[in-house]
């Protein structure tokens, strides 16, 4: 098997975890407070990071002088992740995905407006295209709150902050250090929150909780490596593909239907980020 290969099913994995990581988030939102739900998928995260980077002899957490970077990327990183837990217990797990996919189109901004980078002609369109999605998407009249879409935009609007500031540390920063330094940040700031509400877990909300730990620990895992197999204008497309596994998974686990509005702001975001994939020149690493 190519190694490009090997990145597109790695995509495909990584899809797959996080989609069915926000079934387990939704299942347990009921009994379980966010900020508990929050410390189990990194607490898992954390461990399996540890467990990788000492076998590679790797660092835990970079160089001094990657600190005050790292920690803003963590932070960014933390709040979309809250955001992203928010939204998944509260709306429709193939919209909340659609949303939290229009971080790479933000990413072309941020890039231009604080990097310098140019935008290609076949953006601008693909920009329009992807906010119109947004747009039907987070229909007020439709089945899903507003609020909880309005989380999975900021969601998308963070992550694509912490996205693009990983330019500065392509080929400085390994990116299980980058984990480990995010995950490292998320369970030190939710232990005194998770301690204040604390919840007993019964047997089934446990199992759910560690799923949720070994589903995102494993997609982000997934995700890294994905992106170092092909480049990523080659494989990036095929991370689209969790919409169509939130959709599924939502479908069969939570019994969520979409109405019209969300399935063209679907295939308008999907057109976007394929106009991108088609034409785009550049080799945007997004490596998390």
Request: glycine share 6%; net charge positive.
């Amino acid at each position: 098997m190519t190694r490009k290969k090997e990145g597109i099913l790695l995509m495909f994995a990584s899809a797959f975890f996080f989609s069915s990581m926000q079934i387990a988030i939704k299942l347990s939102a009921g009994s379980i407070p966010l900020m508990e739900q929050v410390f189990f998928r990194n607490i898992i995260s954390l461990i399996i990071c540890f467990i990788i980077i000492k076998k590679n002899n790797g660092s835990l957490f970079g160089s001094k002088e990657h600190q005050p970077l790292l920690f803003v990327r963590s932070s960014f990183g933390f709040m979309g992740l809250i955001c992203m837990f928010y939204a998944a217990a509260h709306a429709n797990q193939g919209d909340v995905t659609t949303l939290m996919k229009l971080s790479p189109f933000l990413i072309t901004i941020w890039a231009a407006a604080f990097l310098k980078e140019k935008i290609q002609k076949v953006q601008l369109p693909a920009l329009l295209l992807a906010f119109a999605g947004a747009v039907f998407v987070a229909n007020p009249a439709w089945t899903s709150n507003l609020f909880p879409l309005f989380t999975a935009f900021l969601c998308a609007v963070f992550s694509s902050v912490a996205y693009t500031l990983l330019a500065y540390f392509r080929n400085k920063v390994d990116g299980m250090t980058i984990i480990m330094h995010f995950s490292t940040f998320c369970v030190a700031i939710s232990i005194p929150f998770m301690c204040m509400d604390f919840a007993v877990p019964d047997p089934l909300t446990m199992l759910q909780l560690i799923l949720i730990g070994i589903l995102g620990g494993f997609g982000q895992i997934a995700l890294t490596y994905a992106y170092r197999m092909a480049p990523a204008a080659e494989v990036s497309i095929y991370n689209y593909s969790g919409i169509i596994f939130s959709i599924i998974l939502g479908f069969l686990f939570l019994g969520e239907k979409l109405s019209w509005n969300s399935y063209i702001g679907i295939v308008l975001v999907l057109s976007g980020s394929f106009l991108v994939y088609k034409f785009s020149k550049s080799d945007v690493d997004t490596t998390i």
